[in-house]
């Protein structure tokens, strides 16, 4: 089974029928932008108090974090307890320490109040720790939390096998607080007690302007909203689609998978008694969760950055082969149990790792709850209730605990440099952890720092010629030096033919090599390991060519050196405008040719110069096999 790579998330589709989009020029005391547990939250607790509310997606309800996360609902608040009593003091950060409790608290009273049947399963959920290296932290973090008033027990190895844990998880910290639930039948469920108490949905109506004044006005592109108050609830599209809040929140992409559902003697093999959700003492963490048609959704382990701060796209190739080897690792007994789809979603993350909520606006009448750092089922749902109270004058302890000036974040590219540093160094410290597990030698933490420094001299050697120019990286119209090749496997003279019999295609390539700007064709052909599937990645690519853009449909034919067509590969296109770090408008897909080797790929799109890169996975005793690439353009 090849797993396929979801727009949305497997978690919802579209709803029918549509709630309307906003026509004409409309009134209401409060107007709320977003759609998801915040927005819908906060529009419920409104009703109650007897507030006309009218609410605007510009999607539908559930689009963004909220119909796509892993569906675990936990008392998780900052970094760590350590972490939290370091920078606010062991007062306050008790405090927060409670509010996340009552967050969850709050999640289970709205699910139970509404009557939603969202498949919650109040199990709790298990920080484990993978390798004896994550027991001293994990074991700093539960006293921390213990002492600061959280509910956490401490399980050892005993008592993780007394519960049935699969055994890759060898100890861990029990949040007794919360479990796990569907979230798309938990948003959708919102949206229908947000219709029933008369909130006033508009979906397809993206916000084009705000103006402010002592009445708020909201504008779409077919009518307006003019209110007494305004309520931000758009998470991490806050800073792409209103451009508001670029200094305190940046978005990261989270992916996530779903595996096939699995017979009763697969489940019964993996254990797992108890159900409770998993997700582990990494840096960059692993989560892990059943569902009640008997499958494993997990995700996280690399987050993505878009250059901006803009949104990542979805297709994730490196991150879905981490995602699957990490699976394969801590479930070795699943190995017949395939991955049946990948996806993701935009999280909001702010550098202290704490939620936002205030008051915003010359006028004071903006209010705004968002960046729940990967934690929103809990915090957002709650976070309707104290915006509720704030915007009805109502006092609230926990809205004022948020409140708070917040850690600036960098404009690019020095955004960038921190970023990816941060990243790197995270997931080096945990390939450190996974490679001790595998008994491989132990380079990952002193990688990842390497890359960290190494980023930011690059930033300091680059910032002051970056800044004389735009904020956004300049395409070079130099030519581009191909890499230096890599070794191959012996006896391989791997070529890329093009095909010459397309006018229009040898009318691109003779404009090409006249002008000479920025173009790269590359081969890879070597050792890199894809999934615990064992199978091996040869790629192809082709940097900016504005000429070459204009193909929407091609073929690819693979073969050997001997003529003979290589059938059975997986292919993958991915592509993207490197000028504003995101990707095609529309995803390519790939589906058989007529001919055996030869595979289509229609619906590579540009709306400006960009790039693509095609690859192809075989099996490792394959990998010598392929010597030609031929792609054809229509």
Not at 16 to 34: E, F, S, Y
Not at 42 to 67: M, N
Not at 197 to 208: I, Y
């Amino acid at each position: 089974m090849t797993a396929q790579v979801l727009q949305l998330s497997a978690w919802l589709k579209e709803p029918a029928p549509l709630a309307p989009a906003l026509a004409g020029d409309v009134k209401a005391d409060v107007v709320i932008i977003g759609g998801g547990y915040t927005g819908l939250s906060t529009a419920l607790a409104l009703r109650e108090k007897g507030v006309d509310v009218v609410l605007l997606e510009q999607e539908f309800c559930g689009y963004g974090a909220s119909g796509r996360n892993a569906g675990q609902l936990t008392p998780t608040i900052g970094k760590d307890a350590p972490t939290l009593a370091l920078m606010f003091g062991a007062e306050k950060a008790g405090a927060l320490m409670k509010f996340a409790d009552r967050a969850v608290q709050c999640a289970e009273k709205m699910i139970a109040g509404h009557g939603i049947d969202c498949e919650y399963e109040p199990v709790g959920n298990i920080i484990a720790g993978v390798h004896p290296k994550h027991e001293k932290a994990l074991r700093k973090a539960a006293d921390a939390g213990s002492r600061l008033g959280a509910h956490l027990t401490w399980l050892d190895p005993a008592e993780m096998r007394r519960r049935g844990v699969p055994p890759a998880f060898t100890f861990g910290v029990l949040e007794g607080c919360g479990g796990h639930l569907h979230p798309g039948k938990y948003v959708l469920g919102l949206r229908a007690a947000a219709l029933k108490a008369g909130v006033r949905v508009h979906e397809k109506s993206l916000v084009t302007a705000i103006e402010e004044g002592p009445k708020v006005r909201v504008r779409t592109a077919a009518g307006s909203v003019t209110a007494d108050k305004l309520v931000i609830a758009t998470n991490a599209f806050t800073p792409v689609t209103l451009k508001r809040f670029r200094n305190r929140v940046c978005p990261v992409r989270v992916s996530l998978f779903r595996t096939a559902p699995m017979t009763a003697e697969q489940q019964a093999r993996m254990g797992w008694a108890g159900r409770e959700g998993i997700y582990t003492a990494h840096e960059i963490l692993e989560s892990y969760r059943p569902t009640a048609d008997g499958r494993i959704v997990g995700g996280s382990k690399m987050v993505n950055y878009a250059w901006g701060g803009g949104l990542p796209p979805a297709e994730q190739p490196e991150t879905f082969e981490l995602l699957e080897s990490a699976f394969r690792d801590r479930f070795p007994m699943l190995d017949d149990v395939p991955i049946e789809s990948f996806w993701g979603g935009w999280i909001g993350m702010t550098l202290d790792f704490l939620p936002m909520c205030g008051i915003t606006g010359k006028h004071s009448n903006i209010h705004y709850g968002l960046a729940y750092n990967g934690h929103g089922i809990a915090q957002a749902s709650y976070m309707g209730r104290l915006l509720g109270d704030q915007l009805t004058g109502v006092a609230n302890e926990d809205a004022a605990l948020l409140k708070r000036r917040g850690i600036p974040i960098p404009p690019e590219p020095l955004r960038w440099l921190v970023v990816k540093g941060l990243i790197a160094l995270f997931a080096g410290m945990d390939r450190g952890v996974d490679r001790a597990l595998a008994r491989k030698p132990r380079r990952g933490p002193v990688r990842g720092i390497a890359i960290a420094l190494l980023l930011v001299a690059a930033g300091a050697a680059t910032t002051l010629r970056l800044t004389q120019h735009s904020s956004a990286p300049e395409v070079s119209q130099e030519i581009v030096e191909p890499p230096p090749a890599k070794p191959r496997p012996p006896g391989v003279r791997p070529s890329i033919k093009w095909f010459p019999e397309s006018p229009r295609y040898q009318a691109a390539r003779r404009e090409h090599y006249a002008s000479s700007t920025n173009f790269r064709e590359h081969l890879d052909l070597g050792t890199e390991q894809w999934s615990r599937q064992r199978l091996y990645r040869v790629s192809v690519g082709q940097r900016p060519e504005p000429a070459l853009n204009q193909f929407q449909a091609w073929s690819l034919q693979i073969a050997t050196a001997e003529g003979q067509p290589v059938t059975g590969a997986v292919v993958n296109v991915n592509g993207g405008m490197p000028q504003h770090g995101h990707g095609m408008p529309t995803q390519p897909q790939v589906h058989p040719g007529t001919a055996p080797g030869e595979y289509r790929v229609d619906g590579l799109q540009f709306s400006m110069p960009g790039w693509w890169e095609v690859h192809v996975y075989v099996s490792k005793d394959r990998i010598d096999d392929i010597a030609t690439f031929n792609l054809v353009f229509d």
